[in-house]
């Protein structure tokens, strides 16, 4: 199994930070890795898809970056609706496996 | 816009069998380019993929089924087609499937991405 390794696990920013979450994979995965964003009581939302494309309807300020084994994943302003625990997927083998999460709290 | 909606129930016995279904409106069971999956989310495991079913016709017409290999002895993911929707059946359960079940399409074929979510159930395994 392709093992997802994220950092930290979690952080606290102020509203307006730029926050930075790194997601680790113990094989090359090339592009093959999503981000997702979670909030309390909710199913997982998707926000990057294939390493750096932006979902339709997610806003500019949610990037991703990287390839082979390292990914970065960067909100450039947090917003008080960003509290939420972020994971990173990958796709390039299965099974399908998730990193552990960075929890995103505002300080 | 593609909708999944979540049923069953939330308590099962060890060694039973958890049965969730889920409903798909917006999109089809059957499509060439969707898949339809099984996650699991626990404290203690975190983000778990379970396995999916998916239907491709570009060579043989046929239904295609994936399991991660820690519940493969014990799992059945079954599309309806008459219904459009999906079945998780796993059998043998222990407390350490107590868990959110969630499904999940993955869209595309040129990529691969969790789209849309089903709105989660929380199965606990409890005599």
């Known amino acids: 199994d392709i093992q997802m390794t994220q950092s930290p696990s979690s952080l606290s920013a102020s509203v307006g930070d730029r926050v930075t979450i790194t997601c680790q994979a113990s094989?090359?995965?090339?592009?093959?890795l999503n981000w997702y964003q979670q909030k309390p009581g909710k199913a997982p939302k998707l926000l990057i898809y294939?390493?750096?494309n932006l979902e339709t309807g997610v806003p500019s300020r949610f990037s991703g970056s990287g390839s082979g084994t390292d990914f970065i994943f960067t909100i450039s302003s947090l917003q008080p609706e960003d509290i939420a625990t972020y994971y990173c997927?990958?796709?390039?083998?299965?099974?399908?496996?998730f990193g552990g999460g960075t929890k995103v709290e505002i300080k | 816009q593609v909708q999944l909606q979540q049923s069953g129930p939330g308590l099962v016995k060890p060694s039973q069998t958890l049965s969730l279904t889920c409903a798909i409106s917006?999109?089809?069971?059957?499509?060439?380019?969707?898949?339809w999956n099984w996650i699991r989310q626990s404290p203690s495991r975190g983000l778990e993929w379970l396995g999916r079913?998916?239907?491709?016709?570009?060579?043989?017409?046929?239904?295609?089924?994936d399991y991660a290999i820690s519940v493969k002895s014990r799992i059945t993911i079954n599309p309806d087609t008459s219904k459009n929707q999906f079945s998780l059946q796993l059998n043998s359960v222990t407390p350490e499937d107590t868990a959110v079940y969630y499904c999940?399409?993955?869209?595309?074929?040129?990529?691969?991405?969790?789209?849309?979510w089903g709105q989660g159930t929380l199965v606990t395994v409890s005599s």
């Open positions: 999940a399409r993955e869209g595309s074929s040129s990529s691969s991405h969790f789209d849309y």
């Open positions: 094989h090359d995965i090339t592009n093959y």
């Open positions: 997927q990958q796709y390039d083998n299965l099974p399908l496996t």
């Open positions: 294939d390493a750096s």
């Open positions: 079913t998916y239907y491709r016709s570009k060579y043989r017409s046929k239904w295609y089924n």
């Open positions: 917006g999109d089809s069971v059957s499509s060439n380019s969707s898949a």
